[in-house]
């Protein structure tokens, strides 16, 4: 097992003191991180003790360890999971070959692109989130927001490792480019259209977390398959932590609807009694969802088949899921567009995997949907996932319009009903409204959602989860 060396100035497992020109280059570019999240972190609350956990080791059975600690001084380490001894590839053309410990010279600038894309969402989605710490609902759910912001900065110093580590020059100048970038900036934007949304308010927040956090599961679940070993590494230890982030999203909405619920069940609109109306988080739930299947990319795409032929980039748990790891037989049947009809085709697998990932995806939120349903049983309300061809901006679908049914309409249709599918301007007026000011107190909870059955680590409810204003 590696050691971790948590009192250095940057902590990590990776020995980085033994080479000493990537400890200075990983030196240098701390001090712009660092500049960055004063930047674009967290307003307010950066001099306040918050009680976060920080990775230690990549141990399952205690990686983290929980304290107060005021953000800025966050100890953001580099983590790999530990090696599989003789790991080979596990698909595509070289499959079964052992595993790259160095980048092969012809999937340098493919690697590079797909470590850059995954990196660039880590900074993206605490820009976006930067504002909400003024509206929170409770202390407790203050202290998830900086949780999942705090290790997205982890995660981005995951891939500044990678880039630094094996990409050279070119290495160096994508991580600075990394802090460069700007959610929502049109000069500068982030490199997918998700992590360049505003996340204003609360509802978006968890939605996002549900959503677009899941999305990074599986990205990271298809790259921890890579043949290039320290991704698949990083990538594994990452999902520790990700599971987190999904918790924070799937665990918040379970509370919005648990207070939607208890109105329906006690015969009041929910907005009269201060809460969000089934109707409004249908259209939120809409607008996420299918932003983060945009993320998966085209549904038949060369790029896709590319990535698996060459084992960067695999399926999720291709060994215990799948026969075939070399995917150059079978087919995914889909539907495609011919002379203006869709009409269902058969794919080449390698040219579907984008498909194939989403499958997976959608599966999960399925799930997720099914236990906030379960808080509506008895008000004979639910929730559902809309058509993935639903408002989507990426792949086929782009540039046609569907209604939530997957039905496809004219132009017209979908501008004129587009409010009933669609957070409109007054929905989202409406939410802010009902997310004005913080709830600062301890155990207390804001109208429109419900407290958590319990606390983080084992702390009551009502533990000071941030310490608020004081010195
Ligand atoms: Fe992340
Ligand atoms: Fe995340």
Redesign the pocket.
């Known amino acids: 097992m590696s050691s971790v060396q948590l009192h250095e100035k940057i902590p990590n497992n990776v020995d980085l003191s033994s080479d000493q020109r990537l400890q200075r280059a990983l030196e240098e570019w701390q001090p712009h991180f660092l500049a960055w999240w004063r930047e674009m972190g967290p307003e307010r609350f950066q001099e306040d003790a918050i009680y976060l956990r920080t990775a230690v080791s990549v141990d399952a059975g205690g990686w983290a360890h929980f304290d107060y600690v005021r953000m800025p001084e966050y100890r953001w380490g580099i983590f790999l999971a530990e090696p599989v001894p003789e790991r080979r590839i596990g698909f595509g053309n070289d499959f079964g070959k052992p595993v790259w410990q160095e980048v092969p010279g012809e999937h340098r600038n493919t690697l590079r692109r797909l470590i850059v894309t995954q990196g660039d ?2 900074p993206a ?1 605490v820009e976006q989130q930067r504002r909400l710490g003024a509206t929170c609902p409770s202390l407790y759910d203050l202290r998830n927001l900086f949780q999942v912001n705090v ?2 900065g982890r ?2 110093w995951a891939m500044a490792y990678l880039l630094h580590t094996y990409f050279g020059r070119d290495g160096r100048e994508e991580a600075r480019a990394l802090l460069e970038r700007r959610s929502g900036n049109p000069d500068k934007p982030r490199i997918l259209g998700a992590f360049n949304q505003p996340i204003d308010d609360w509802l978006s927040f968890f939605m996002f977390t549900t959503f677009t ?1 899941r999305d ?1 599961k599986y990205q ?1 679940l298809a790259l921890a398959e890579s043949g290039f070993d320290p991704l698949s590494r990083t990538c594994r230890f ?1 999902l520790t ?2 599971a987190h ?1 999904m918790f924070v999203g799937e665990s918040g909405m379970s509370r919005i609807v648990e207070r939607t619920a208890e109105c329906l069940r006690a015969g009041k609109e929910p907005r009269s009694a201060g809460a969000l109306d089934l109707a409004t988080i249908q259209k939120y739930l809409n607008f996420w969802y299918s932003l983060s299947l945009d993320l998966f990319g085209s549904e038949v795409s060369t790029n896709a088949a590319q990535f698996f032929g060459a084992g960067l980039k695999g399926r999720p748990r291709e060994e215990e899921r799948y026969q075939d790891h070399l995917a150059l037989e079978g087919s995914y049947e889909m539907d495609v567009y011919e002379g203006g009809q869709l009409v269902p085709k058969p794919i080449a697998l390698r040219s579907a995997m984008n498909e194939v990932l989403r499958d997976a995806y959608v599966e999960d939120c399925q799930k997720a949907l099914g236990r906030w349903n379960k808080r509506l049983e008895g008000t004979g309300a639910e929730l559902v996932l809309p058509s993935r061809r639903f408002h989507r901006e990426q792949g086929m679908f782009a540039g046609h319009c569907f209604d939530p049914a997957g039905h496809e309409i004219t132009e017209e249709e979908f501008a004129r009903r587009r409010d009933e599918w669609l957070p409109s301007d007054a929905d989202r007026a409406y939410v802010r409204s009902l997310m004005a000011h913080p709830v600062l107190e301890p155990g207390h909870f804001a109208s429109w959602i419900a407290p958590p059955p319990r606390g983080i680590n084992g702390q009551p409810i009502d533990f000071r989860y941030v310490r608020y204003n004081e010195q």
């Open positions: 969402t880590e989605s290790e997205e995660h981005l956090d990074g990271l990452m932590e990700e982030h």
